[in-house]
């Protein structure tokens, strides 16, 4: 079994995984770090590390429900459209942390 640590928004985790997955691993905790960095950068440093954790996972889920969608429309026949690459990219991921905000805003209160 293989054994390695990520960081991820600052914080280190050991994982396991199978033997000659941990490049596979550490590759895949570099997105969500991305994730956790860039909710970081929209004035969500003040999170605590579950907080940025979740909502690092909801970015990637959500990227994953544009993905599918996207191969869905490809398999029927339908033009994907091309991925977002314009300056309308960041205000869309405030607009998603601001959604994914009131979700774990409202779970605190339950």
């Given at each position: 079994?293989?054994?390695?640590?990520?960081?991820?928004?600052?914080?280190?985790?050991?994982?396991?995984?199978?033997?000659?997955?941990?490049?596979?691993?550490?590759?895949?905790?570099?997105?969500?770090?991305?994730?956790v960095s860039s909710i970081k950068a929209m004035g969500g440093g003040q999170f605590n590390?579950?907080?940025l954790l979740l909502l690092g996972a909801l970015l990637?889920?959500?990227?994953v429900h544009d993905l599918k969608v996207a191969l869905a429309q490809a398999r029927a026949g339908?033009?994907?459209?091309?991925?977002?690459?314009?300056?309308r990219v960041a205000d869309r991921l405030a607009r998603i942390a601001d959604r994914i905000e009131g979700i774990a805003q409202t779970l605190d209160r339950t």
């Amino acid at each position: 079994m293989g054994q390695v640590t990520v960081r991820v928004g600052g914080y280190s985790h050991p994982v396991s995984c199978e033997d000659g997955q941990e490049a596979h691993l550490v590759a895949l905790a570099g997105e969500v770090d991305k994730r956790v960095s860039s909710i970081k950068a929209m004035g969500g440093g003040q999170f605590n590390e579950a907080r940025l954790l979740l909502l690092g996972a909801l970015l990637l889920a959500d990227e994953v429900h544009d993905l599918k969608v996207a191969l869905a429309q490809a398999r029927a026949g339908q033009p994907v459209p091309p991925p977002a690459a314009d300056p309308r990219v960041a205000d869309r991921l405030a607009r998603i942390a601001d959604r994914i905000e009131g979700i774990a805003q409202t779970l605190d209160r339950t």
